[in-house]
């Protein structure tokens, strides 16, 4: 049999096509949105970013006639309790380094005098970032890879990229570099094996929800360098940037990196859907 560089064995159309297709369709819907907001001296907002990244990811579903359940899983009873196990286990890779930064005295917090009044933008801000970053790392692309390469290749493929994305976030530098890059790139590897493990973005989506909107529009943190009002205040104490995070977030903490790893750990562990 002659090996097609462009169909499988099956006679279907290879995933790095599907890949390729998927980012000209991005493209062709993201450039004009960053001209038309260039012109107008602003970025583009979140909430577009993530309404193009799912038009783009319908369209490249579409076009493999496959349904959307595929890549999102079923929208059931499972997926909402899925999205509620996210969150809680995002909400606890925040709040646990918090109480050990706090109980040791390197990080005290005050309440935030806009207070309440933060929460819906926080919440809806967080909501379209983790859709728009979910549906583009562990969406299509990442699922054409497992196809194609395995799911320990995809995972690294997508995590490297990722981490690429925010190299450049305010921040990024020093100690609080090596500390957010590693601690970004195992965090990749988390949402991913979310997915693997429950065969849907439900997880992956309840993760990076709370986790960011815990950080940013609780505790007041940075999340992923960008400066968040929360609810509260975090004053920092004069312990290195490394064991804190300070203005970049808890996602570049010594405890941050910890609660990370033994959350990548337990979840390894957990039984995978069939």
Known sequence: MTFSPFLNSDQQLRNGWWILIFFLVLAALLIPAIISAQQNNMEVPIGVQAMIVMIATSTAQWMRRKPLADLFGMLNWRWIKELCAGGLIGSALMLIPALILGIFGWVRWQ?????ASILLPSLLLFAEVAIAEELLFRGFIFQRLISGLGQWSAQLIIAAYF???????????????????VNIFLASILFGLAFIQTKSLAMPLGLHFMANFVQG???????????????????FSDAPAWLTGRQFGLEASLPGLFCVVITLLLLYTRKQKN
Request: aromatic share 4%; hydrophobic share 40%; charged share 5%.
């Open 111 to 115: 309440w935030n005098p806009e207070n």
């Open 163 to 181: 981490l690429l994305t925010h190299l450049n976030n305010p921040g990024m530098t020093g100690s609080v570099k090596v500390m957010a890059g």
């Open 217 to 235: 529009g609780v505790l007041g943190f940075g999340v992923s360098g960008t400066e968040q009002s929360g609810l509260l205040i975090p004053v």
